[in-house]
Structure formats: structure tokens, C-alpha cells
């Protein structure tokens, strides 16, 4: 019987790709994002392709509610504000080509000043209103961050798309446009609602309910230094050179955030530059300096400052790594703080330049200490030398601008510290599709390949150079000198195959070595990009997990433990030892890369006010399935033929067994039994 129900249903409905809806999100004081009511969205295809065939809809459809179709030209927010408005719209399904290349020339769902209710100028008098006036996104739209009435998909899937446009063009698109019409059924039905402290408060008073209303965006920074930071040598104020970058990006849509430029450029040149520098440890080391070089990749940033205000946040109160313990071994990590960071250097977005040119942005707050714009004049001149050197022009952005949105304002928010913010844009983004499914190896031009040809693709050029260019000032301000060979080179080989595995192929050779998930889910994983969306849940992602794995191997070094020996070292102990069985058929890897917590400080400070916009307090709505069916409606006589002839035939079928029950004993034979002698 279930397997005939089964048949039924496929005969009925047609499933439609249906793996990346919006979905939503909440902050302290409101909710944005999309869900369909609890049983799904059902509404009328129509095809959107001009402003016209909206407003048909509105004004003349005569079939409603219905549900649009539209390609990314239409994807706008006038556009879904009408169909709002009209309250003839029931859902919203926007197709983009398989391989994600924009047919406009930009597109981004972010606002057009990211993260500036949480900005570190957001109450400064002379600054707060910079980015109003001169925006560092121009193209946000802001979609992302409104509440919809309705489920909106998006889909990539050309058979879907064929599916759709075939089932509206029989059915749906003739001048009478009358039944039977084709349908869409949306089902992405959120649990959460209103905002976080309500949601939080839900989730707390039904705590033993199955229902998951929302969780806090969460996951896990990384972070690591060039040179051991033992507990029993103190760390010098002011010794510690801080290079950071994000590995998130923002994302209307579930399961596709690729953060091409907005995330992966600075990334790759963080751990390429990170591999170099490792190359010289040695002669740093055995230097008389007494500096060292943390790097930081962030997680969450793009939400608030998840990760960076984290850290700042612990470092604040002397619990970074972890909380003093005088009872720990000597083989265990200092307390490191605010006061040991010297400089700080920040990777932004670095795929766009012109000219080999990046732009040094500096914090006008901080300058204004004579100390610290001193210092910061001395990170810049030595970064321009080294640049020069490796074909890269770093120049400085007008002192009096503010930073743009980046990781370094965590940190400025509780001490002024020396430091830049390296990016490809002087004033406004150069990337045109910042926050969208479109910011991808397109947007940032990669044209090369897992197998290495090289000489068709200048983006793993620019961000070798970029990364030898920091590798050498890194050296230069470590250790006051030049490396004995007088330049460190950076792997464009590894580059590349950084660029390749994050950008295009999530299955790549290098992200299999060191990802360690069991042989029979690898061919699970297709060609795909690198999802940058932070998630939630308070362990590390795949995508998180994988990145440190393949740091982990770039900034160590192999010795000589068995797998059980590897893997019995605590991350609180200075060195941490990570055992990778498909790497040579077993090796390990001793490095200081580990994971330290992406949280908000917002959801571990006890009646913290949600309001009041010092930390992030983003969370991500639960849900059960995500999925769109396909099915005709026939007219309207057609299904009350159908009701009234299902209740004919049961009233017909009550008689019938009535009738033979009351003459059961003539149609069968079955009269009295005859009495025994």
C-alpha cells in the first residue's frame, strides 16, 4: 500500500531543485530572510522576464496567489517589494545558469555599509556618517536583510529550469490563461521568529521540545604563531605581529556562498604567506629579536564580527587562549593579550586590483596617538619596500578616511594599535557582487586548474607576489634583518591549488589528503566551490575543519610519533600534534595551528543586553526540509467531478455492503440451521 501511495505521488507531482532557499536569520532587534507557511507555499507559475509580466499579475492575473519565476535581471528589490506589496505572490523561484555567470553587471544582496550597526565608528561623531555618504558597497541592495512574506529558491539545476518553463509555456501562457494551470509547491518553513531574544527565550522555555528554533551563528577561528609561546617565557608587550583574515562571507541562500573575493582571496594569501615565512622559522629564531608573527584566520566576521570580537573579548579578560592555570605542565601556552600585539596586518579582499595596486587603509582614531602613527608610518614604508621588490604597489589610503569593514575594528574597539588593512579597492569595493552567489572564480577572473596550467591564470600570480611581499616584511620586522638568501620566494604552485579547491573544486586532491573524512562519503563531494557561510553549531564545519588540516601541514613539520602518540596531545600544550593517515601511508604533523571558539560574547555574557549593539547577536533560524514540487491544477468542475463522484462512490459503497448484509442469508444460502434430533 505505502508503495502504491509512492507511485501515486510521483505521478502527481514533479520534484523541482530545491536545495538553496532563503532562509531565516535574526539579530537582537528584527528578523530577515524567507519561510513558507507549515504545509509549503502553493502558487500559479508565471514568468517574469520584464517589469510588464509583474505587473500583469498584479493587475490582471485573475488566478492568484502566484508564484513568479524569474531570472537573476529580475532579482531585485523593486521588484520582490511589488510582488510584497500585491499580496498575489506566494513565492519567488530565481533561475541562474549552471556555472553561476551573471547576466548583470553586478549584484549584491549586502547593505551598502556592511556591518555598520556594529562598526567601530558608529557613535564617533566625524566619522559615523562616512559611509553614508560615500558607501563602501554602492551596489548593495540590501536584500538579504529584509523579511519576506514569501519562500524565495534559487536554481541552477537547467532541467529544473526546462521543467518549470515548459510546464508555464503548455499550460500557463496561453492568452486565456485558464485551467488546467501549472503550479509550484515551496516548502522552507522556519521555526524561529521575531528576533533573537525572543527565539532564544523559546528555545529555553521548550527546551525538551524536538523543535530547533534557532541556534546562534557559530564555529571555529584558527589561529597559530610562527614561533612557540611557552608559558614559562613571557611575552614582551608590544613583540607580537598580527596578520589576520576572515574565511566567511554573507549568503542569502542556503548551500551556496562561494565569498570568491569577499573571503577566499585573503585566505589563500594568508596561508601562502604563512608557508613561506615557516620556510625561515629557523633564522628568525635564532635571531635577537624578540618578536614573533601570530596568524589569525576569523570566522563569522561577516555577520557582525563573530570570530575577531571573540578573541578580543577573551584577550580582554586573560582567558586566550584559555583561562590561567598555574596546576598545567610548562609544555602549555601563554596568556597572550591586547598589550603584546605590536602591528597589525589585515588581508581584505585582494582579487581586483588594477595594476598590481593595494591600498594600505589605516584607523584615523588611532593615528591621532603620535606613537602609534609612527609605528603605523614604519609597518607601511617597510611593506612599500618589499612590495616594490615582488612587482607590488602598496599604497596608503588618506589618513583621514576610515577602515573599511574589517576584523582590525574588534581589536581597535578596546586598544589603539599600529596596523593596516590591505585591500584591491581605495574607497568603494571593486567587486561588484560582494554578498552574492555571482562572487565567484568568475568574478575574481581564475582561469586555471587542478593540474596546474599555470600561464593562463594571473590571479594566483597577483596573490604569490602579494603573499612574498608580506613574507619578506614579516621577516624584515621579526628579526630586523634580510633573509641570508636575500629574498624568501612564496609557492605559486600552491597558490593555484589553494585557488582551485576553494574556488572550484571543494573535491580536489589536497582538500581529500588532508580532509579525513571516511573514504565511502567522498563520493558524496562533487565539483563545487568552498561554502563560506559561517553556519551554526558549536563544532567545527567540514569547510573549517578541512582549512586548519591543510594549514596545519603548511606551517609544521613532520616528526617521528606513532598515530596513537600523535593524537594524545592537549591543544592547550604548545605544539599540537595532528595525525594524517592518507599522507604517506601515515604521518604526523607537529604545528601550533588549533581552533579556538567562533562565538559571540553576546551569548556567553549573563544578561546581556540584545539591544544595545556591542556584540553580534546573529542566529539562524531551524527548519525541518527544504523542497519545491511541481504539479498541475486542473479546472475547478474537474475537481468537484472528482469530490462528487469520490462521495457517490462511497454512499453507493455503504448501500451496497448494507444491502448484502441484510440479504446475505438469500444471496449466499445461509438460512437457519436445522434443529438437532
Known amino acids: 500500500m505505502a508503495v502504491s501511495a509512492d507511485r501515486l505521488r510521483y505521478r502527481i507531482y514533479q520534484d523541482i531543485q530545491g536545495d538553496m532557499a532563503c532562509f531565516k536569520r535574526f539579530n537582537g532587534t528584527h528578523e530577515i530572510g524567507c519561510s513558507s507557511k507549515f504545509w509549503g507555499n502553493v502558487g500559479v507559475i508565471h514568468l517574469v522576464e520584464e517589469d510588464a509580466d509583474l505587473d500583469w499579475v498584479i493587475e490582471s492575473g485573475k488566478h492568484a496567489p502566484y508564484t513568479i519565476a524569474i531570472y537573476d535581471s529580475m532579482f531585485t528589490l523593486d521588484v520582490l517589494n511589488k510582488a510584497q506589496v500585491s499580496k498575489k505572490v506566494n513565492g519567488v523561484v530565481v533561475f541562474i545558469s549552471e556555472d553561476h555567470v551573471p547576466t548583470v553587471d553586478h549584484f549584491s544582496g549586502e547593505s551598502t555599509c556592511p556591518n555598520a550597526e556594529i562598526s567601530l565608528y558608529k557613535d564617533d561623531p566625524n566619522l559615523a556618517g562616512y559611509c553614508e555618504k560615500k558607501p563602501w558597497n554602492p551596489q548593495g541592495s540590501s536584500l538579504m536583510y529584509m523579511s519576506w512574506d514569501f519562500p524565495i529558491f534559487l536554481i541552477d539545476n537547467q532541467d529544473s529550469i526546462g521543467n518549470i518553463t515548459e510546464c508555464y509555456k503548455r499550460f500557463n501562457n496561453a492568452t486565456e490563461n485558464e485551467y488546467p494551470l501549472c503550479a509550484l509547491e515551496l516548502s522552507a518553513n522556519m521555526f524561529g521568529t521575531t528576533n533573537t531574544e525572543v527565539c532564544i527565550r523559546r528555545a529555553n522555555i521548550f527546551s525538551f521540545s524536538p523543535i530547533n528554533f534557532c541556534d546562534p551563528l557559530s564555529d571555529m577561528s584558527i589561529w597559530g604563531s610562527l614561533l612557540p609561546m611557552n608559558k614559562t617565557k613571557e611575552i614582551p608587550d608590544k613583540s607580537v605581529i598580527v596578520v589576520a583574515t576572515k574565511m566567511d562571507s554573507t549568503s542569502m541562500f542556503d548551500n551556496i556562498s562561494p565569498g570568491g573575493n569577499a573571503a577566499i582571496t585573503g585566505l589563500v594569501t594568508l596561508m601562502a604567506t604563512a608557508e613561506a615565512l615557516f620556510r625561515y ?8 629579536s624578540d618578536k614573533n608573527v601570530v596568524f589569525f584566520i576569523f570566522q563569522g566576521e561577516s555577520w557582525g564580527y563573530i570570530g575577531s570580537s571573540r578573541v578580543v573579548w577573551e584577550m580582554s579578560n586573560n582567558k586566550f587562549p584559555f583561562k590561567y592555570d598555574p596546576s598545567l605542565s610548562n609544555d602549555t601556552l601563554a596568556n597572550f593579550t591586547l598589550d603584546h600585539i605590536d602591528h597589525f596586518i ?17 584607523d584615523p582614531i588611532a593615528r591621532s596617538d603620535p606613537d602609534i602613527d609612527h609605528d603605523t608610518d614604519t609597518l607601511m614604508k617597510a611593506l612599500i619596500m618589499k612590495g616594490n621588490a615582488s612587482g607590488i604597489n602598496f599604497t596608503s589610503v588618506d589618513k583621514s578616511i576610515p577602515l573599511p569593514p574589517s576584523s582590525f575594528q574588534s581589536f581597535l574597539k578596546n586598544k589603539n594599535i599600529s596596523g593596516v588593512v590591505i585591500t584591491d579597492h ?4 571593486e567587486n561588484q557582487y560582494y554578498g552574492s552567489v555571482f562572487d565567484n572564480y568568475h568574478n575574481v577572473q581564475y582561469k586555471s586548474d587542478e593540474n596546474g596550467t599555470l600561464e593562463s591564470d594571473e590571479l594566483h600570480i597577483k596573490i604569490k607576489n602579494i603573499a612574498e611581499s608580506l613574507a619578506n616584511t614579516l621577516f624584515l620586522m621579526s628579526s630586523g634583518k634580510a633573509p641570508e638568501d636575500s629574498k624568501i620566494e612564496a609557492n605559486a604552485t600552491l597558490v593555484n591549488d589553494l585557488l582551485y ?42 569547510r573549517t575543519f578541512i582549512t586548519r588540516n591543510v594549514f596545519t601541514s603548511l606551517f609544521g613539520e613532520e616528526v617521528n610519533l606513532t598515530e596513537s602518540d600523535c593524537k594524545s596531545s592537549s591543544y592547550k600544550n604548545v605544539f599540537i600534534h595532528n595525525y594524517y593517515k592518507t599522507i604517506n601511508n601515515g604521518t604526523c604533523i607537529q604545528s601550533t595551528i588549533r581552533p579556538t571558539l ?20 546573529w542566529t539562524e533560524s531551524g527548519w525541518e526540509m527544504m523542497k519545491v514540487r511541481m504539479f498541475i491544477i486542473p479546472p475547478a468542475s474537474e475537481e468537484i467531478g472528482l469530490v462528487c463522484g469520490g462521495a457517490v462512490s462511497v454512499i453507493l459503497s455503504f448501500l451496497l455492503v448494507y444491502f448484502f448484509n441484510a440479504r446475505a442469508d438469500l444471496l449466499f444460502g445461509l438460512g437457519t440451521q436445522p434443529a438437532a434430533c
Not at 622559522?281 to 635577537?288: F, R
Not at 589585515?346 to 589605516?362: A, V
Request: hydrophobic share 25%.
Open 346 to 362: 589585515e588581508l581584505s579582499q585582494l582579487g581586483l586590483s588594477k595594476d598590481n595596486t593595494y591600498f594600505m587603509h589605516t
Open 281 to 288: 622559522k629557523a633564522e628568525i629564531e635564532s635571531s635577537d
Open 426 to 429: 581605495n574607497e568603494e569595493y
Open 501 to 542: 579547491c576553494y574556488l572550484e573544486n571543494v573535491n580536489c586532491t589536497m582538500f581529500r589528503d588532508y580532509g579525513q573524512y571516511p573514504e565511502a562519503s567522498k563520493s558524496s563531494w562533487q565539483k563545487r566551490p568552498v561554502k563560506t557561510y559561517v553556519s551554526v553549531g558549536r563544532n567545527e564545519n567540514q
Open 598 to 617: 567562533a562565538i559571540s560574547p553576546a551569548f556567553e555574557i549573563e544578561g546581556y543586553n540584545w539591544t544595545s549593539g556591542e556584540y553580534s547577536t
